[in-house]
């Protein structure tokens, strides 16, 4: 497994889920006390970015639905099915956050057709 610089490590603030693409998979990065902690950008529930979730403490809220995870663990603490974050190793080096995706790990989760037709719609209107 290699270790993939991701972003310069002033680009990831403090508490802020903050979306990334790494090896063609995208992954949220949170800053918590310290350390650095990566998971897949899709909510196992709907697949909704988790990068737009609510996070207090170390519990991230996704935005949809409102199923919550720790994000030091990818547990998840409230909902119904037992769906936790895909987890991946994170962390800050020589000014650079690195991110390690395990070859076994689970295939990425795709994020929500829903949410990307949200977006470009959006995008759209932005522009004209
Ligand atoms: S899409 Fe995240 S809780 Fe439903």
Known sequence: MTW???????ELPARTPTAVEVAGRFVCLVR???AVHAFDDACPH???????GRLAGNVLTCRAHTWEWD???GELLRMRAPECLVTHEA???DGVVEVRVDPEAPA?????ELWARA??????????
């Open 4 to 10: 993939l610089a991701v972003l310069r490590a002033d």
């Open 119 to 128: 977006r470009a719609r959006e995008a759209q209107e932005s522009a004209a």
């Open 91 to 93: 962390r800050e080096h």
């Open 71 to 73: 994000v030091r663990t």
């Open 108 to 112: 990425a989760t795709e994020r929500s």
């Open 46 to 52: 709907r697949r909704w970015p988790l990068h737009e």
């Open 32 to 34: 918590l006390e310290g």
